[in-house]
């Protein structure tokens, strides 16, 4: 079955670029689904950062838009995350979630960042 | 800026009949929102319950159901069980980006 899996660096000094990788195994990035980002902070909810499609399409969260950008690698089989000029607010659990027909079905074990020097 | 609203915390009885509420500043929550459901225990990724209003998967518990409520999403636990204690987190559709509930904490006790 289709698995995901988040990686990346835990800790990022403030002001500098957060980079996570969903890789994908057990289909296709190309299959037809929207490839998502989602977060929580410590001691407070879920948010949904954005979306891609294998097409090039994306939606993203109003209020990270300006810093954030999500791209396909499908040489790769994977999606990624970068999201620029950090501060502590971006400290989190980040989740890769696959997305598609109005769900949100399958989710990675998520990869706890912090922001800080 | 979009906020959705659900009840910060509830409590239920075992075996006992429970419903999350989850609404939208825009207005009515209607079929367009797509309303998902999702619980979370601590340590644990999200797992998704229901989606696009009354949807389950095939991993979701019978006793979990979902509908509109007047202006709001629901989502419904019929026969509560122990193991349904966790945070549960609506997301509604709002043309082309997605808006998380602030959560329910549901106790069971």
């Known amino acids: 079955q289709v698995q995901l899996q988040e990686s990346g660096p835990g800790l990022v000094n403030p002001w500098g670029t957060l980079s996570l990788t969903c890789a994908v195994s057990g289909g296709s990035i190309s299959d037809e689904y929207w490839w998502n980002w989602v977060r929580r902070p410590p001691g407070k909810g879920l948010e949904w950062i954005g979306e891609?499609?294998?097409?090039?399409?994306?939606n993203q969260n109003p209020s990270l838009k300006r810093r954030l950008t999500i791209s396909v690698d499908k040489s790769k089989n994977q999606f990624s995350l970068s999201l620029t000029s950090v501060t502590a607010a971006d400290t989190a659990v980040y989740y890769c979630?696959?997305?598609?027909?109005?769900?949100?079905?399958?989710w990675g074990q998520g990869t706890m960042v912090t922001v800080s020097s | 800026q979009t906020v959705v609203t659900q009840e910060p915390s509830l409590t239920v009885s075992p075996g006992g009949t429970v419903t999350l509420t989850c609404a939208s500043s825009t207005g009515a929550v209607t079929s367009d929102y797509h309303p998902n459901w999702f619980q979370q225990k601590p340590g644990h990724a999200p797992r998704s319950l229901i989606y696009s209003t009354n949807n389950k998967y095939s991993w979701t518990p019978a006793r979990f159901s979902g509908s509109l409520l007047g202006v709001k999403a629901a989502l419904t636990l019929s026969g509560v069980q122990p193991e349904d204690e966790g945070d549960y987190y609506c997301l509604l559709s709002h043309g082309g980006a997605w808006v998380f509930g602030g959560g329910t904490k549901l106790t069971v006790l």
């Open positions: 891609m499609h294998h097409s090039g399409g994306t």
């Open positions: 979630v696959r997305g598609g027909f109005w769900a949100f079905d399958i």
